[in-house]
């Protein structure tokens, strides 16, 4: 049984994504949190499974989504897919990749809340920023990342729209 916990600011996402989780028969939600600084006290306090069989593999489809940012050997790469966004079409199909996932890789799966945080100088924070804390802190425990993480998107400006981080750690 994988245990989840659920990060999101927005009710409904947070609904949505326990409805769908809960379809998988492997998976139980253990809690939601509504931000942030919920998500690290839930993550300690809950403590969800943080972990993926590379035997079974891990597939993804992306529909108009940002990338899964792999850390991997000090290194950062952005995982994404040709996908159309949801809704576009209604027969479009999607595509699902192959993830390889080894012991010590993180991922993050990140909405653009968090990307498209702007300063006073109307500059974007960008994905490049989050991947570089990505790349610098991945060997810290989950909560310390993703406090990293929303840190550096408070620096740079203030939000506008949902910030929600999914971390998955490979631990073997």
Same mark, same amino acid.
């Given at each position: 049984?994988?245990?989840?916990?659920?990060?999101?600011?927005?009710?409904?996402?947070?609904?949505?994504?326990?409805?769908?989780?809960?379809?998988?028969?492997?998976?139980?939600?253990?809690?939601?949190?509504?931000?942030?600084?919920?998500?690290?006290?839930?993550?300690?306090?809950?403590?969800?499974?943080?972990?993926?069989?590379? +035997?079974?593999?891990?597939?993804?489809?992306? +529909?108009?989504?940002?990338?899964?940012?792999?850390?991997?050997?000090?290194?950062?790469?952005?995982?994404?897919?040709?996908?159309?966004?949801?809704?576009?079409?209604?027969?479009?199909?999607?595509?699902?990749?192959?993830?390889?996932?080894?012991?010590?890789?993180?991922?993050?799966?990140?909405?653009?809340?968090?990307?498209?945080?702007?300063?006073?100088?109307?500059?974007?924070?960008?994905?490049?920023?989050?991947?570089?804390?990505?790349?610098?802190?991945?060997?810290?425990?989950?909560?310390?990342?993703?406090?990293?993480?929303?840190?550096?998107?408070?620096?740079?400006?203030?939000?506008?729209?949902?910030?929600?981080?999914?971390?998955?750690?490979?631990?073997?």
């Amino acid at each position: 049984m994988t245990r989840i916990l659920i990060a999101d600011d927005s009710q409904p996402v947070r609904c949505g994504l326990r409805t769908l989780l809960g379809l998988n028969s492997d998976w139980q939600v253990r809690g939601e949190a509504v931000d942030g600084a919920d998500a690290v006290e839930k993550a300690h306090e809950l403590a969800p499974d943080r972990t993926f069989s590379p +035997a079974e593999g891990v597939r993804y489809s992306l +529909a108009g989504h940002l990338p899964i940012l792999r850390r991997r050997h000090l290194e950062v790469e952005l995982l994404g897919d040709q996908n159309l966004p949801i809704g576009v079409f209604s027969d479009t199909p999607f595509q699902s990749t192959r993830l390889e996932v080894c012991t010590g890789d993180v991922l993050a799966i990140i909405t653009d809340g968090l990307t498209e945080v702007f300063n006073r100088r109307g500059e974007e924070l960008g994905i490049e920023a989050i991947s570089e804390v990505l790349r610098v802190t991945a060997d810290r425990p989950l909560k310390e990342i993703a406090a990293k993480i929303f840190n550096r998107a408070s620096q740079h400006g203030s939000h506008i729209d949902d910030q929600s981080l999914l971390l998955i750690r490979e631990t073997g």
